[in-house]
């Protein structure tokens, strides 16, 4: 099913860690040939390379999306390395800190939104020309995929109006994106996950993450190998080619009002 993946130029932003980088690895274990990407430099990059099936394709890039210049310098790095792209997954994000609705100042508000909407905005923009070429090539789509969230439905934590906010803005401007694009063959899709056991709640001590995982059906935090399948499945044309404009909610029942 997914043997169309062989091959295939992707690149997936905020891959160094967590969710991206299970899904970095599932692609390139699907014979994906695939750009990683992180802020860090590419000495420290090199243990997260050592993560990755032998044999792999991967290369990585550096570069701090909450620039749209670097998002532009990382689109052409890696299609420049790639010969194109095929699939373009916005994952690269995070809550930037968490502040209530009265300690919200300039410099946060640009933070949580450069990170989670200028680098969503910004890097797809700059790949489109490179997908779109990708399906007149090819007679497939190509694909685009994004990370929301949970948050993006329910509203997001104590502290996290801006993030979940930001978070329903890239469910909804991959809406926009469809009606633009699919006469160019790009189909966009947004993986939403739930709680999910990364980096992203180091910030958690054991009596809040129980209590998390009590308004989850399965009654756990997911990982990230749980969320890659679904990356991999919007990812391939052969598996999701008529699928455009969805949010897939990986988030074990996790369910909002
Ligand atoms: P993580 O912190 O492990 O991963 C974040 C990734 O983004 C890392 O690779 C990091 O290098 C990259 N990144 C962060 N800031 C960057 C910057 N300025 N420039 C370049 N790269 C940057 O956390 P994660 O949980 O794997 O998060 C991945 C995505 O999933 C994020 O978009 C996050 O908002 C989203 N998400 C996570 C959860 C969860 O419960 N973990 C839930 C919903 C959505």
Redesign the pocket.
């Known amino acids: 099913m997914f043997d169309d993946l062989k091959g295939k130029k992707v690149l997936v932003?905020?891959?160094?860690?967590?969710?991206?980088?299970e899904a970095a690895r599932s692609l390139a274990s699907a014979g994906a040939r695939v750009a990683i990407?992180?802020?860090?430099s590419a000495d420290a990059a090199q243990s997260v390379l050592e993560q990755f099936d032998g044999g792999s394709d991967v290369a990585y890039f550096q570069?701090?999306?909450?620039s749209s210049a670097?998002c532009k310098a990382l689109v052409e790095a890696a299609a420049d390395h790639l010969g194109g792209i095929d699939v373009l997954i916005n994952?690269?994000?995070?809550?930037g800190g968490r502040n209530g609705l009265e300690s919200i100042d300039d410099d946060f508000f640009d933070q949580v939104l450069?990170?989670?909407i200028r680098?969503v905005v910004m890097v797809t923009k700059y790949a489109i020309p490179f997908l779109r070429k990708s399906a007149e090539q090819s007679g497939e789509t190509s694909s685009v995929i994004s990370?929301?969230?949970?948050?993006a439905r329910e509203g997001g934590g104590p502290g996290a109006s801006l993030?979940g906010g930001s978070?329903a803005m890239v469910h909804n401007l991959h809406r926009n994106w469809v009606k633009e694009f699919t006469k160019d063959n790009i189909r966009f899709n947004t993986v939403?996950?739930?709680?999910?056991?990364?980096?992203?709640?180091e910030d958690k001590d054991q009596g809040t993450r129980d209590k998390i995982s009590g308004t989850i059906a399965m009654g756990r935090?997911?990982s990230?190998a749980e969320l890659a399948p679904a990356y991999v499945f919007l990812a391939s044309h052969a598996a999701s080619g008529y699928v455009t404009g969805q949010v897939i909610d990986v988030n074990g029942g996790q369910m909002c009002p």
């Open positions: 932003t905020g891959s160094t860690a967590g969710i991206g980088l990407h992180g802020s860090r570069a701090d999306v909450r670097a994952n690269a994000g995070g809550l450069d990170l989670n680098s990370t929301g969230s949970i948050a993030y978070k939403a996950p739930g709680t999910i056991d990364t980096a992203f709640h935090f997911g990230s």
